[in-house]
């Protein structure tokens, strides 16, 4: 049985990603510092798979912590990295927190690939790497523009810091660059945790349907969009996890073209702040209490993906719709708030 190493596996898509390996038959140990995800989560993982996966509570940020870990798992077959802090806004007010988290983290985790003959890595990457693009969908090889942020920064960042390593060792990666993840696991028993107050718009959506918000706030009306609010590719989360077990097994059976990989996943679709709106209405058959406001700082107008290099390379594509991904929102979210 393979052994993989998923880094921030306790997180939300990092939970959904193990619960897809141990469906593959792989063995999964997670590490995560639990600052943005809970032990509890290793329960719903359980009730789902009915295997804990071992866990270890360990800052990537303690490159002495690390290099022990490493030592005593040496029989690690590939990594699947999804540790890192991912709020947009909370980067441009503390980007150091971000450049030392996401980029120190990796290298220390690439230092011991390298230390213990690991070769396989898919990285958790984004679709932030593109900034405001200048053509729609958007391909894996538009260019790569200044990040309109310091997390979007850090991911392009660990892209090249991979690359340049892959092109020097024995060390073959598959970075994965996310769309909009939503949505939890249909039996409610993992999901986005509500850890403070929500950043993203679904969990914001789906807790002001819960009364655990008064009311959300639309972030413009003005953008020369269908419908004047920002355009983005939602994708089930559960598709997303899927994609990181295909892209995995990819690598370990050596099925890769290069050493350095990138894919897009998205569903190709693209939908605005207010179509998700009513979509949710419409599944949920409840009416929701929001405003428009004004625009936020750093959002780009439109983004969503041309998923043909990940449908025909990778053999995946997205079997969820976006109301199905938000009916699942909306149940964990009743799940989470006990509401019948
Ligand atoms: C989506 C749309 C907001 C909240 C995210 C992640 C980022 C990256 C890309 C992985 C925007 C609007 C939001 C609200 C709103 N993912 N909105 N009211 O900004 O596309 O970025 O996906 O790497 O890590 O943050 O997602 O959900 O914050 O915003 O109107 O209360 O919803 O303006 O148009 P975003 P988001």
Redesign the pocket.
Known sequence: MKKILVTGGLGYIGSHTVVELQKNGFEVIIIDNLSNSSEDVLKGIHSISGITPIFEKLDLKEKTKVSEFFDRNSDIDGIIHFAAS????ESVEDPLLYYENNLNTLVYVLQECKKHQIKNLIF?????VYGEPDSLPITEEAPVKKATSP??NT?QISEEIIFDLCSVSDLKAIAL??????GAHETSEIGELPLGV????????TQTAAGVREQ?????EDYPTVDG????DYIHVVDLAKAHVISLKRLLEGKNTTSFEVFNLGTGRGS??LE?IKAFEKVTHQKLN?KI?D??P???IS?YADTKKANNVLGWKTEGSMEDALLTAWNWEKKVRNIK
């Open positions: 991912k709020a947009v806004g958790s990457s984004s679709c932030t997390y979007g991911k660059r996310y769309f909009n993840p939503i929500p950043l993203n718009l679904v969990p914001f959506v959300l706030s639309v972030f413009g609010s920002c355009v983005r605005s702040v998700v929001y406001v625009r936020r750093g959002d780009v983004v």
